[in-house]
């Protein structure tokens, strides 16, 4: 896996990059310590994988994430940050980063490059844990092209709301059997493979 690194902590990126080498499975075919470099080498490097930090200097990292992405809409961007702000979240998951994870779930860090690098979205699980939270404070927003039933829509609030299928019966009259089939059927519908991803296309449409 060719993976590039940008950190501004040049203790932190050469660990990073011996330690992902030593597993065998990774490359690291670059490393820079702001956003501007992180532009620079992508370009010149077309890494599987960009490892970023976000606050760093000259350019952070969502401010390099948005210049790489739009033009190279496919790029697999992994944040790894000491910093869960509920700002930056929101910014990472609008801009279509594939994944952002805390440098204190160190042991998360390969498995995470090999999903995001497979296609899948991950997300640290005090990321995962804030989503509940900052659904509550979003307007409703407009699914109106989604394919999704009315029903259906209620269902997938509450699932980003963070209810279980028990609660989720309970508030919209249903049966458990009911919303299982409900959350297969939109999970099928929508390309996505559980409910943390469910609950992310939901914070992710109602920017």
Known sequence: MRVLVVDDDNVVTMSLKMILEASGEVEVIGTGGNGADAVE????????????DIQMNTMNGLEAAEVILAEYPNAAILFLTTFSDDEYIVKALSLGVKGYILKQDFESILPALRAVRSGQSVFGRDVVSKLPDMMNREQKPDFSDSGLSEKELQVVEKVADGQNNKEIAETLF?????????????LEKLGLRDRTQLAIWYLKRSR
């Open 174 to 186: 249903l049966s458990e059997g009911t919303v299982r089939n409900y959350i297969s059927v939109i």
């Open 41 to 52: 080498l992508y370009r010149a490097t077309q890494p599987e994988v960009l490892l970023m």
